[in-house]
Nanobody, 126 residues
């Protein structure tokens, strides 16, 4: 059974950092593009970042460029999302996603990704 599991969410002060991690069971993430989406209350799901397995290229949403970094740990078969300079615009449930392809390209639609984790909550507050 294919399953994605996120970890690392929590409460952080504005300007702080969090590191999310995504692990898989039933298959290995090493061979596929892996992305992160987020959904804030009352808003649609938004693509945050994506890492291509084919060429290690990375893609970021405009709202997180230069603050978030997606990376892959092939030793542990996980994908991390390092989030720095967190602000009031960032609280959401963050989801790890994959769709069975190796290149992210311009895939920012939720329908592009077949597999979703259960999500991890990120809260930014004093």
């Amino acid at each position: 059974q294919v399953q994605l599991v996120e970890s690392g969410g929590g409460l952080v002060q504005p300007g702080g950092s969090l590191r999310l991690s995504c692990a898989a069971s039933g298959f290995t993430l090493d061979y596929y593009a892996v992305g992160w989406f987020r959904q804030a209350p009352g808003k649609e799901r938004e693509g945050v970042a994506c890492h291509s397995s084919a060429d290690e290229s990375t893609y970021y949403g405009d709202s997180v460029k230069d603050r978030f970094t997606i990376s892959r740990d092939k030793t542990n078969h996980t994908v991390a999302l390092q989030m720095d300079s967190l602000s009031a615009a960032d609280p959401a449930v963050y989801y790890c996603v994959t769709g069975g392809f190796t290149r992210c390209g311009s895939r920012w639609a939720t329908s592009d990704y077949r597999y979703w984790g259960q999500g991890t909550q990120v809260t930014v507050s004093l």
